[in-house]
């Protein structure tokens, strides 16, 4: 039988340093779970890296979206085909690196819903019980695990970037290398339901007509990702000390409440649905 194909990408945004030290130093220890897979440790965004910046010209990880374009300036373009060759040359099963400044805590983000995607999560939280599972639908393709019909992201937080911090090496260590032992024991993955918390809201903060912004995160919503809001809940503090409320009609889940690197399109946080998925 030919080996599953599997290629690990850490440092698609350069200043998430955990994933690019994993694979970079740890290679050896994670390949002990990968002996009956094919696989290859890419650093993704080397120049990114080097710079200590989340990209160079534009984000890899929105990059994939605009392959059909030309531009020749780009460096991040020139790497998502790169990569983008490197995936469709062989069904593989890809798995990202990441790093999150939010309170996620140890979390693996699915962009399709293939029962190999599924069944690897359910394995996934079933060893490891903090681990969420967050679906995040691409119909763009723009995120470079959706180049691939089957893979994860792996995504840790909180981090400050450019930063090593040992929990959040230790969680991804352990997750990459519970992906890859399922991958290679297809027959261990029996489980037959899956919690998702799927994304179906983007939440920006209030602007003036500059663009500027009014208001923060509210501290009663700081740091309490994935805890539930329900009605009427406080989303922001205005610069002049007013709570600023909304409201849901439903239970929803906050993720990547105050993640650093959406401040540039005023994205404060994203709101999940919380569903069972039959496998
Ligand atoms: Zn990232």
Redesign the pocket.
Known sequence: MTPQRVLVFGG??GN?WTGIFAIKKFVHDIQQEARDLEVEFIVANPEAFVLNRRFKDEDL?RAFQFLSEARPHSYEHRRAREIRELIVERPCFVIDL???TASMGNTVIITRQHPLNLRIAAELVSRLPETRVILSPDPHRKYLVSQSDSGLMI?VGPVANGVLEPKALAATKAILAETLRGLATPSTLTKTTLEIYEEIEDIYYPLDESGELTAYIHPELQGKDFSPLSGEYLAFKSFDGKDVKRVTSEVLYPIFINEA?YYPTKLAFTLCRKKSVDL
């Open positions: 698609t945004h998430e990880n990441h790093t999150t995504e690197a």
